[in-house]
């Protein structure tokens, strides 16, 4: 009887493989849902332009007077400047504005239907069972998962637009000269992909609505903000 049950407690784990991998395979493709709208191409193309000049008076004309600026829904353009220290050559919104519109849009639907297009797309096509603190999707098509947070240590696999769980959102390069950061991630073993290829779905992301005067920001804000 003990071999019986040992067989078939051997016989359970192996069946339970494939929906194990089948985990830890899944993928969020990106999308660009306003693609086809010619407005939003020509707006988008316009605010990255102005983002990579630095326009501080083009953006700000395009920012809702009651953009939400945080999760918990702090409102207005003087907060929004504060934020992000418009007032510095160096605010970090002109990089991280344009890292967020570069990987395209999905429309997000709210209570009493509600429409706007964000960016990234993360935010409004992330899986519902999936734990959004403990998650991150790969945004690269592809990237190498090494074994340690060095470019120089072993390739351990592949992943492309692939779902991970995530140990560490910043590691530190091993070469403390390296200015690479790194996140840690659990891909059936640990191990570490360059930061910028690995996105989670609660940072900030910028969502826009098309009104009588063309295209607004009215959010840029993590996850949460209503």
């Known amino acids: 009887m003990k071999v ?15 929906a194990a991998h089948a985990q830890q395979e899944r993928k969020l493709v990106p999308v660009d849902e306003a693609a086809k709208d010619s407005s939003w191409v020509s707006f988008r193309n316009r605010l990255l332009t102005a983002l990579q000049n630095k ?11 009651n953009v939400r600026n945080t999760a918990s829904g702090d409102r207005g353009i003087a907060e929004f400047q504060k934020q992000w220290d418009l007032a510095a050559s160096d605010s970090p919104l002109w990089r991280e504005l344009a890292s967020a519109l570069f990987l395209g849009a999905a429309w997000l639907e709210h209570e009493k239907g509600r429409k706007e ?31 340690a947070p060095s470019t120089a240590s072993q390739a351990m696999r592949t992943l492309s637009y692939d779902l991970v769980r995530v140990t560490d959102w910043d590691v530190a390069d091993r070469d403390a000269a390296s200015p690479q950061r790194w996140v840690k991630v659990n891909v059936g073993s640990e191990g570490y992909v360059p930061e910028e290829h690995v ?9 826009f609505v098309k009104g009588p005067n063309g295209w607004r920001l009215v959010a840029f804000a993590p996850a949460g903000g209503d």
């Open 55 to 65: 326009d501080r008076k083009f953006l700000l004309s395009v920012v809702d007077r």
């Open 199 to 207: 996105r989670s779905p609660i940072e900030h992301a910028a969502c």
């Open 4 to 18: 019986v049950l040992t067989c078939a407690a051997l016989v359970a784990a192996l069946l339970a493989l494939p």
């Open 117 to 147: 297009l964000c960016a990234p797309y993360l935010l409004a096509k992330w899986p519902e069972d999936l734990d959004p603190f403990d998650h991150g999707a790969v945004v690269a098509k592809e990237t190498t998962v090494m074994s």
